[in-house]
């Protein structure tokens, strides 16, 4: 059973800066992909980036180009979102997900396996 735990949310002022991290167990090979999406009340589910865990090769909305950075460690079954830069139209539930393969996907309903979500909320 694939399981997806997020950490880093929190609150932080216009032009600070969080790190997410995503910690995955139930793969048994480095043939997946992470994304990162975010939702923000009223809205629906927005794609953010995404990374193969097998090669590193990245996707980025274009909301998140220029000033957000995605990462992994396979070592740690780990996926990271760098988050530079940020405004206050970034608050959201941040959520990563998993699915299986090597294809790298922005849409939510393309993700068999979802995180609980950690909260960013950017406020002075």
């Known amino acids: 059973q694939v399981q997806l735990v997020e950490s880093g949310g929190g609150l932080v002022q216009p032009g600070g800066s969080l790190r997410l991290s995503c910690v995955v167990s139930?793969?048994?090979?480095?043939?997946?992909?992470i994304g990162w999406f975010r939702q923000a009340p009223g809205t629906e589910r927005e794609g953010v980036s995404a990374i193969k865990m097998y090669d590193g090769k990245t996707y980025y909305a274009d909301s998140a180009k220029g000033r957000f950075t995605i990462s992994r460690d396979n070592a740690k079954k780990t996926a990271y979102l760098q988050m530079d830069s940020l405004k206050s139209e970034d608050t959201a539930v941040y959520y990563c997900?998993?699915?299986?393969?090597?294809?790298?996907?922005?849409?939510?309903?393309?993700?068999?396996?979802w995180g609980q979500g950690t909260q960013v909320t950017v406020s002075s």
């Open positions: 139930g793969f048994s090979s480095d043939y997946y992909v």
């Open positions: 997900a998993a699915r299986r393969g090597v294809v790298l996907a922005d849409e939510a309903r393309l993700y068999e396996s």
